[in-house]
């Protein structure tokens, strides 16, 4: 897994050393940055940041061995278990280690956003906007053989990605992976999901039971993927309803019945049994990612134009962004902890989504991560919020702010 945003196309070899001190931005981009009160001149550092790999838990004893395979040094990140910067030139996917599973590619600021989550075992952990899925195998793997991961995506094409990721470094045993709206999202964790179906006396035993996970769909489902070809909608989703496009042999699906599964929360049904960690990584302007920006040299910054400053996407990304907090934090448990982070460094898309949600929810409490005191981040523009600069901090933007969920 290379940590990367926009699977349009592969990127030469060598595009990193070829950075020179300027990149031609174009203008609406720059454009963009003045708006935002951003230093275009972060975007020339892309060769002086490492690139970043974590080991797969158990893989410490071959550091050596895979040392020799990438032809480079590791070095620990001190502040970061199981994680080592690299050479930013040097590409993993080529060798063994990546293609045996023992390396993933993930910047050093999301592993910090996943580490803030403080994931502990038997947690039932939601992924909101899992796509393509970095953080969800790292919470998959802090996870192990205990509690569950619910990985939702809009995008079904990438959500389908990370499902091969997931099988690929064998981290999907507890995950099952929803194409749905993240905004409407309902569904709880599948222990919830037995409560209610043991206190259903009455309910008609209508509906299916979930057998084990087989990748050939039935003929419902091929009807339904022929009718989406149809319409030109596969790639995006086409109704509100959830559509389950993965699970794990113990995701605990196995012998439920869908309708108990896959019925939406009601009320605040989540306070008591919804999920114990959410992460929302909410879709952004990613102008942070200083590599993935770098990399439209080559796309083209046409391509820059269309998929990250479209005026119509930039304008609404405000409520989507808050929609999706807004709803992760419904689903979450009182006492639960929800992770916001974006790779933008404007203020529009961090701290102004973040004030708003917390002017509307009182049970929101922003909570200080003890962890960061040895991090390379600053704080945020609300106190307790994280910032991590490409320009001190050595790892790609990101914003990252932690609450809590408090009795009402
Ligand atoms: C910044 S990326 C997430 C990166 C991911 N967490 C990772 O570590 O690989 C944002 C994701 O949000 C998804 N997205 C956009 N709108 C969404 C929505 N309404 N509901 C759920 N996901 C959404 C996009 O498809 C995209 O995959």
């Known amino acids: 897994m290379e940590e990367?945003?926009?699977?349009?196309?592969?990127?030469?070899?060598?595009?990193?050393?070829q950075q020179e001190a300027s990149l031609p931005l174009?203008?609406?981009?720059l454009e963009?940055?003045?708006?935002n009160g951003l230093d275009p001149a972060v975007y020339s550092m892309a060769a002086t940041i490492p690139r970043y790999i974590r080991l797969k838990p158990g893989m410490e004893s071959q550091v050596a061995e895979i040392e020799g395979e990438l032809k480079c040094g590791l070095e620990k990140v001190s502040w970061l278990p199981g994680f080592y910067a690299i050479p930013p030139e040097i590409q993993i996917a080529g060798s063994k280690a990546y293609q045996q599973g023992k390396i993933y590619g993930i910047d050093a600021a999301s592993g910090a956003a996943i580490l803030?989550?403080?994931?502990?075992?038997?947690?039932h952990v939601l992924d909101l906007c899992a796509a393509p899925g970095a953080k969800?195998?790292?919470?998959a793997d802090m996870l192990g053989s205990t509690g569950s991961l619910t990985g939702v995506d809009v995008a079904k094409h990438r959500l389908s990605a990370c499902r091969t990721m997931l099988q690929k470094y064998s981290?999907?045993?507890?995950?099952r992976l929803f194409v749905a709206d993240g905004t409407l999202f309902s569904i709880l964790p599948v222990n919830s999901n037995l409560q209610r179906r043991e206190g259903s006396i009455g309910l008609e035993e209508n509906g299916s039971t979930f057998s084990e996970w087989t990748s050939r769909r039935s003929w419902k489902d091929r009807q339904k993927a022929k009718k989406a070809n149809a319409t030109g909608s596969q790639h995006l989703l086409s109704s509100s309803e959830p559509e389950l496009i993965y699970y794990g042999k113990h995701s605990g699906l196995v012998g439920l019945r869908k309708s108990d599964v896959l019925c939406p929360a009601v009320d605040d049904e989540a306070c008591t049994?919804?999920?114990d960690k959410v992460l929302v990584d909410a879709e952004c302007t990613h102008d942070g990612s200083i590599k993935h920006i770098q990399k439209f040299e080559f796309w083209g910054w046409k391509t820059l134009d269309r998929r990250v400053l479209d005026a119509e996407r930039t304008d609404n990304l405000f409520q989507l962004q808050l929609h999706l907090l807004t709803n992760g934090f419904r689903l979450l448990k009182i006492g639960g902890s929800l992770v916001y982070s974006t790779c933008s460094m404007t203020v529009a898309q961090n701290e102004n989504v973040v004030q708003q949600f917390l002017s509307t929810q009182p049970s929101a409490d922003l909570q200080k991560n003890d962890l960061s005191d040895s991090w390379p981040c600053r704080s945020g523009g609300i106190p307790k919020t994280l910032r991590f600069d490409p320009a001190t901090s050595q790892t790609s933007g990101l914003f990252v702010a932690k609450f809590s969920k408090l009795p009402t």
């Open 32 to 35: 963009f940055l003045s708006e």
């Open 171 to 175: 981290l999907g045993d507890r995950t």
């Open 136 to 139: 969800l195998c790292m919470l």
């Open 26 to 29: 174009p203008p609406a981009f």
């Open 4 to 17: 990367t945003d926009c699977p349009e196309g592969s990127v030469p070899e060598r595009i990193g050393e």
């Open 273 to 275: 049994s919804g999920y």
């Open 116 to 123: 803030a989550l403080d994931v502990r075992p038997g947690d």
